[in-house]
């Protein structure tokens, strides 16, 4: 008990927790096994792109463009298969290439060119967007082919494909960053970044690999939304990136870097699937929703920097 209480997930963890019985009592549909299963899938792409969030918020950047870059990779991919009757599978590689090909471009802005990371991003939110439209005409792309039916509506052993896909994901990404060498220094560059670079950590190299990270979990998400949404368009995945810093942040990260934890990530990507799937059953607008998940960021943010503090005096 002592060593759950003092991992930065435990607050995230509790939060679920609470959420879950009170909106237990409030609803009687929400213990459901459906709409349990549904809050998951719900959450998967919001927790896909808060994996990838986590590696760049954990060396003190930000990666703004997230759901810009869904909507390219998704966009793009979807004109392939409708459009131009290109494989799906190859379409799928595409989807991943732009991924690619957009978080090396920002990582080497970043880390090489020494843009502050906030800049690039915020101009990548509406560049790729625009490249979305620009790219597909602006219009929406239905009737994908397979596997697209089966990633978004499909099931393993009786468990919905969304959520096979963000368990793996999870599993692998936390292997990387617990494990690997990247996970490390991921943590070491965040903590201390000229103390990394004074003791050899090739500083450059490594941002540059968290913002591919965060490219190819954009791809994922796009190929996992466009099968839940059975289309594509450059509208797709619009405010996911507040929703995935969220997320992040609700989950324990400190948005100033070397602190956090990927399981909290998904916590609070699941947490924030709770509260609108709770004020969905309750009957509550959307207005006071944005409203809700805009004021428990805030309030988390707040929560991390007194914690900051803290650890500072000592």
């Keep these: 008990m002592r060593y759950i209480t003092r991992q930065e997930w435990y607050g995230a963890l509790v939060a679920v927790l609470v959420l879950g019985v009170f909106l237990s009592v409030a609803s009687p549909f929400f213990l459901s096994g459906r709409n349990l299963s549904n809050?998951?899938?719900?959450?998967?792409?919001?927790?896909?792109?808060?994996?990838?969030?986590?590696?760049?918020?954990?060396?003190?950047?930000?990666?703004?463009?997230?759901?810009?870059?869904?909507?390219?990779?998704?966009?793009?991919?979807?004109?392939m298969m409708v459009k131009l009757g290109i494989n799906p599978y190859l379409?799928?590689?595409?989807?991943?290439?732009?991924?690619?090909?957009?978080?090396?471009?920002?990582?080497?802005?970043?880390?090489?060119?020494?843009?502050?990371?906030?800049?690039?991003?915020?101009?990548?939110?509406?560049?790729?967007?625009?490249?979305?439209?620009?790219?597909?005409?602006?219009?929406?792309?239905?009737?994908?082919?397979?596997?697209?039916?089966?990633?978004g509506n499909g099931e393993l052993?009786?468990?919905?494909?969304?959520?096979?896909?963000?368990?793996?994901?999870?599993?692998?990404?936390?292997f990387i960053l617990s494990s690997t060498k990247l996970g490390r220094y991921v943590y070491a560059i965040g903590s201390n970044e000229m103390g990394a670079r004074q003791v050899g950590i090739n500083i450059r190299w490594y941002k540059l690999g968290v913002y591919l990270v965060s490219g190819l979990s954009c791809a994922l998400a796009a190929i996992v939304l466009m099968g839940?949404?059975?289309?594509?368009?450059?509208?797709?995945?619009?405010?996911?990136?507040?929703?995935?810093?969220?997320?992040?942040?609700?989950?324990?990260?400190?948005?100033?870097?070397?602190?956090?934890?990927?399981?909290?990530?998904?916590l609070g990507a699941i947490l924030i699937g709770m509260i609108r799937n709770g004020m969905n059953l309750l009957e509550v607008s959307q207005f006071k929703q944005m409203m809700a998940i805009g004021a428990v960021v805030i309030i988390a943010v707040w929560i991390d920097v007194i914690r900051r503090k803290r650890l500072l005096r000592k």
């Excluded at 986590?54 to 390219?72: N, Q, S």
């Excluded at 957009?102 to 967007?129: D, E, K, Q, S």
């Excluded at 405010?239 to 990260?253: H, K, N, P, R, S």
């Design 39 to 79: 809050i998951l899938v719900q959450a998967s792409v919001i927790a896909l792109l808060a994996g990838g969030q986590t590696f760049v918020i954990l060396t003190g950047g930000v990666d703004l463009a997230v759901g810009a870059l869904t909507a390219l990779a998704g966009a793009v991919a979807g004109y």
């Design 157 to 174: 052993l009786g468990i919905p494909m969304p959520i096979v896909v963000m368990a793996v994901f999870y599993g692998v990404m936390g």
């Design 228 to 266: 839940r949404m059975d289309s594509s368009s450059g509208k797709m995945a619009q405010m996911f990136e507040l929703d995935a810093i969220a997320a992040v942040i609700l989950g324990g990260t400190s948005l100033f870097g070397g602190r956090g934890s990927l399981w909290g990530s998904l």
């Design 91 to 151: 379409a799928i590689l595409a989807a991943f290439g732009i991924g690619a090909a957009v978080g090396l471009f920002n990582g080497y802005l970043v880390a090489f060119v020494g843009i502050p990371a906030f800049i690039v991003t915020l101009g990548g939110l509406t560049l790729w967007r625009g490249l979305a439209f620009e790219s597909t005409g602006g219009f929406d792309m239905a009737g994908l082919p397979e596997p697209f039916p089966f990633i």
